[in-house]
């Protein structure tokens, strides 16, 4: 994407983000009949994946939650443009924390923070919502993309109007380290896929063996900070609940290990309650161990 796609795709972003949500949820329709009937988008892939992960359940359910599935996507895509206009008052309109009180004593506590979310619910609302939870300084690590016209467009719909730092994930531990002197909160999306070798953590998951990586844990640990599993499911459109699991408030006394697998059991249990709401066009399980670089 150059300069001129980026034009263009930023001004759809402005052009959707001033439409009313049932206007938004008309074009998601048209977009998910687009997505699944016509272009059929990862159809094979997320097929795969779901057959994988739920082998007990037969072709009728798999195809009900495939379809649950591009219908939430295709809200996504709506969803993230209209945040450049939500106010923090209209997030907290559509997203209902179960128990915030948990951040409230980490934060008394003078705890920093790691939000571990996967793709489920809308985690990027989730990161816009997240100056307004506590009084702590918030950023959000990604993994940087190889077109820099879309590294910022990401950035814009991410941070316009919103508190909210973005580091890149090669360069999480110095920053956070330079923030030493700051009670920060840390969002991480820590279920993508990793390089596939022996030092990434490898454990089962939704039936497969699954390499994960070990950012979370190795920075939670030497930084000490509380590391939170976050439960975002969708309640309807433009609808989220939001639960709080604390992993660990102490994680220097952790075994190694013990954090990454907290949080992926966290991870499969979320899934395995709400399947529909997690991101299965991805190609979560594209390398396999014996197969892995040493």
Same mark, same amino acid.
Not at 9 to 12: D, I, R
Not at 19 to 27: E, I, M, S
Not at 155 to 159: A, D, E, G, K, S
């Given at each position: 994407?150059?300069?001129?796609?980026y034009?263009i795709?930023?001004?759809?972003a402005?052009?959707?983000s001033v439409?009313?949500?049932?206007?938004?949820?008309?074009?998601s329709d048209?977009y998910f009949f687009?997505t699944y009937?016509v272009?059929?988008?990862?159809?094979?892939v997320v097929?795969?994946n779901?057959?994988?992960?739920?082998?007990? $359940?037969d072709? !009728? /359910?798999i195809k009900?939650?495939?379809?649950?599935f %591009? &219908?939430n996507?295709c @809200?996504?895509?709506v +969803?993230g443009?209209?945040?450049?206009?939500?106010a923090?008052?209209g997030?907290?309109?559509?997203?209902h924390?179960?128990n915030?009180?948990?951040?409230?004593?980490?934060h008394?506590q003078h705890?920093?923070?790691?939000y571990?979310i996967?793709?489920?619910g809308?985690?990027?609302w989730f990161?816009?919502?997240?100056p307004d939870?506590s009084?702590h300084?918030?950023l959000?690590?990604y $993994?940087?993309v !190889? /077109?820099?016209?879309?590294?910022r467009?990401m950035? %814009? &719909?991410?941070?316009k @109007?919103?508190a909210l +730092?973005?580091?890149e994930s090669?360069f999480?531990?110095?920053?956070?380290?330079q923030?030493?002197?700051s009670q920060?909160?840390?969002l991480?999306?820590?279920?993508q896929?990793?390089?596939?070798?022996?030092?990434?953590?490898w454990?089962?998951?939704l039936?497969?063996?699954?390499?994960w990586?070990?950012?979370?844990?190795r920075?939670a640990?030497?930084?000490d900070?509380?590391?939170v599993?976050?439960?975002m499911?969708r309640?309807?459109?433009?609808r989220?609940?939001v639960t709080?699991?604390?992993?660990?408030?102490?994680?220097?006394e952790?075994e190694?290990?013990?954090i990454?697998?907290?949080y992926?059991r966290c991870v499969?249990?979320?899934i395995e309650a709400?399947?529909?709401n997690?991101l299965w066009?991805h190609?979560r399980?594209k390398?396999?161990?014996n197969?892995a670089?040493a």
């Open positions: 994407m150059g300069k001129v796609g034009a795709v930023k001004l759809w402005d052009f959707m439409h009313p949500f049932w206007l938004l949820y008309l074009k048209f687009l009937h272009f059929r988008y990862r159809r094979k097929r795969e779901l057959l994988r992960s739920f082998p007990d $359940k072709l !009728k /359910s009900a939650i495939e379809k649950r %591009y &219908l996507l @809200d996504l895509v +969803e443009p209209k945040s450049l206009r939500m923090p008052k997030f907290r309109c559509r997203i924390y179960t915030p009180e948990m951040i409230t004593r980490l008394e705890k920093n923070v790691f571990a996967p793709h489920s809308n985690w990027e990161g816009k919502s997240m939870l009084g300084n918030c959000a690590v $993994k940087k !190889k /077109s820099p016209a879309f590294e467009l950035m %814009y &719909l991410r941070t @109007d919103c +730092e973005m580091v090669n999480a531990l110095k920053r956070l380290a923030l030493r002197d920060n909160a840390v991480m999306v820590a279920d896929t990793p390089r596939g070798v022996e030092s990434d953590y454990t089962e998951f039936h497969q063996d699954t390499c990586f070990t950012g979370l844990e920075i640990k030497m930084l900070y509380a590391v599993f976050v439960a499911k309640q309807g459109r433009g989220y609940e709080f699991e604390l992993i660990t408030d102490n994680p220097k952790t190694k290990g013990f990454m697998e907290r992926v499969e249990r979320f709400n399947p529909d997690w066009s190609r399980w390398h396999q161990r197969k670089e």
